[in-house]
């Protein structure tokens, strides 16, 4: 059994909501969790991981209430934080080895879990050098490899690929979607194209509430209609900015071309175009976002 | 990147889990610190130190006197039991101008580090990583002493090869010395250290500069003030920084220099004081009370630390 749930979950600092009444029910699988920055996804992770008490409701791991059974938790608990810090003293074995220690693998079996931790993640090579010269996209790799080490039924990663290049971006993107299978994965990000590869399911946060819990597929299906390109001078083009969402602008030889979430035909040249899951999520959040 | 299959379940993991998860915390947080060179450096750089210390104050009190119009000196080995008495409480200060540094940030260290939270979403259990952390800190903090013993008893026995007349240290003597005024300053400073960084993680360079300030006060500046003003008897047997202590047990080594009338006689003065032992009734017990009573605040900030905080680095 493998079950996390969420119930009528409130966070508050202060005077300040993070969150209000978030309920989630998870299952197997990769759950995306997409929001601007300060929509609460990192409350709302370290607070399933048992590092924040929630103010209101509750969270339970297989029916237990982690508040009195955060042991449990922990033990099928794998989590790479948004932001985390080394030992540089050691070696990047070290490290994980340190990490499988503290998670109560025992010796022989920690050395194999390293070994193959470092092989899922390609540092092998690098493995016996010292952490301190390792680039962001390495320490990210050694990141998702101590998640890994216990071999986690609840896989936690919070904004894995930020300050990633690409290249890093797309191995890691193939990395999680290869872990989904047989575990919970829960992916938050701001990048929506993280999520549109490998998450079966997405949910929406703004503003510590829940804008949409629902499948890429159909957001896309939602937003079907919506979306419009439309090519025009520069005058008209800051006029239709003014007054719609704008998901990209790209100034051509022949002028600039909008791309504009929009329930209505924003312009009589504009014309209706597939959706991406971004325009999807632009036309939830409701915010003007613009790419040129 | 690949999608290697771990070889074995979650489960398998959980049912044979490692057992004695303090002693792994402190193994690991021993092997953390080998593994710096700095701290290897430091170690070295403090020992070296103790004994130039040691070396510095081996005549630990000079002793003049005319007779027959002759001059006739000597001085008290800083080694010796009696001598030990003057430079032990200067050379311990040393040390504990080093412990705050060791064990103060034994948990906080995880906080500016930002590996809190790798530490506290793993199943080791709580009171095992404070522990753990604490007496790994004790360990090296003992060892720093280890080091100040091994000086005195190195530097004192180049003495005796190289100085006419100089004593080789009394071992039995140095131990109950270094037992009583070192090793309990060494746990109480440690575990005071430790318990204020823990229960006050933001707070720690105000920690270590409190300590610091407390003990010159105690061990530097509370013995001068006191000029020859006799200090209470309570304080001198409760007096952690045994400068008071030292201060209040010196009385029973002073002679009538003026009855010396020959150098042999007065080489025999010196020897008796020398190998006089310190009288340990009275502060012996309370210093060791006082870092029995240290342990105490351990407990108190382990039952106080919590895996979850409200602000996060």
């Not at chain 1, 029910?25 to 929001?35: A, D, N, S, T, Y």
């Not at chain 1, 002028?255 to 971004?278: F, K, N, Q």
């Not at chain 2, 311990?92 to 995880?110: E, K, M, N, Y």
């Not at chain 2, 575990?191 to 823990?198: E, I, P, R, V, Y």
């Amino acid at each position: 059994m493998m079950e996390l749930t969420i119930e009528h979950l409130n966070k508050r600092y202060g005077q300040n909501w993070a969150l209000r009444e978030l309920s989630l029910r998870c299952e197997p699988g990769m759950l995306g969790l997409v929001g601007p920055n300060g929509a609460g996804k990192t409350t709302l992770m370290r607070m399933i991981a048992t590092l924040l008490s929630p103010t209101e409701g509750a969270i339970h791991w297989n029916g237990q209430d982690i508040r009195t059974h955060g042991q449990a938790l922990r033990q099928v608990l794998g989590y790479l934080p948004q932001d985390f810090g080394i030992y540089p003293e050691f070696t990047g074995r070290q490290f994980l080895r340190y990490l499988a220690a503290m998670k109560g693998l025992p010796k022989s079996l920690a050395h194999r879990r390293v070994d193959e931790v470092l092989e899922i993640v390609q540092m092998e090579q690098v493995a016996d050098r010292k952490l301190p010269t390792y680039s962001g996209g390495m320490k990210q790799r050694i990141g998702i490899a101590q998640a890994l080490l216990n071999d986690p039924e609840l896989l936690i990663v919070d904004e894995p690929t930020a300050g990633l290049d690409p290249a890093e971006r797309v191995r890691f993107r193939t990395l999680l979607s290869s872990l989904t299978r047989n575990r919970i994965v829960l992916l938050s990000t701001h990048i929506i194209s993280d999520v549109e590869a490998v998450a079966s399911r997405l949910m929406i946060l703004q503003e510590g509430r829940v804008l949409a819990d629902t499948t890429p597929e159909a957001l896309l299906e939602k937003t079907a209609g919506k979306v419009w390109s439309v090519t025009t001078d520069q005058a008209t083009a800051l006029q239709l900015q003014a007054a719609y969402q704008i998901s990209t602008m790209v100034n051509q030889v022949h002028g600039i071309t909008l791309r504009i979430v929009s329930p209505t035909r924003p312009h009589e040249a504009a014309v209706v175009i597939d959706p991406s899951l971004e325009d999807a999520y632009l036309l939830a959040v409701g915010k003007q976002t613009v790419r040129v | 990147m690949n999608s290697t299959a771990l070889t074995s379940t979650g489960k398998l993991t959980r049912a044979i889990q490692r057992p004695h998860p303090l002693t792994r915390v402190m193994t690991w947080e021993l092997r953390r610190f080998c593994a710096s060179r700095l701290f290897w450096l430091q170690a070295l750089g403090f020992f070296c130190f103790s004994l130039f210390l040691t070396w510095a104050l081996h005549a630990s009190e000079g002793l003049a006197t005319v007779s027959n119009n002759v001059q006739i000196s000597g001085f008290v080995a800083g080694t010796s039991a009696g001598g030990l008495l003057r430079t032990l409480p200067t050379v311990l200060v040393v040390l504990v101008l080093l412990l705050p540094f060791v064990t103060a940030d034994g948990v906080s260290r995880d906080l500016s580090r930002r590996t809190h939270e790798l530490l506290m979403t793993t199943a080791l259990p709580t009171w095992a990583y404070v522990w753990g952390r604490y007496l790994a800190g004790l360990v090296m903090s003992l060892g720093l002493a280890l080091l100040l013993l091994a000086s005195i008893l190195g530097m004192g026995g180049l003495l005796h090869l190289t100085v006419a007349d100089y004593p080789l240290p009394q071992i039995s003597a140095v131990l109950l010395l270094w037992v009583g005024m070192v090793v309990s300053a060494t746990v109480l400073v440690s575990s005071f250290g430790f318990a204020l960084g823990t229960l006050l993680p933001r707070r720690t360079t105000l920690v270590k500069i409190v300590i610091l300030l407390g003990w010159i006060m105690g061990a530097v500046i509370l013995p001068r003030g006191l000029g020859k003003t006799t200090p209470p008897a309570w304080y001198v047997n409760w007096d952690p920084t045994s400068a008071i202590t030292a201060l209040g047990m010196l009385p029973q080594y002073s002679f009538d220099l003026r009855a010396v009338t020959s150098a042999a006689q007065l080489q025999q003065l010196i020897l008796t004081i020398e190998n006089k032992m310190p009288d340990l009734a009275g502060w012996f017990a309370p210093h060791l009370l006082l870092a029995g009573f240290s342990l105490v605040l351990v407990l108190v900030a382990a039952l106080a630390f919590k895996r979850s905080r409200d602000v996060l680095n």
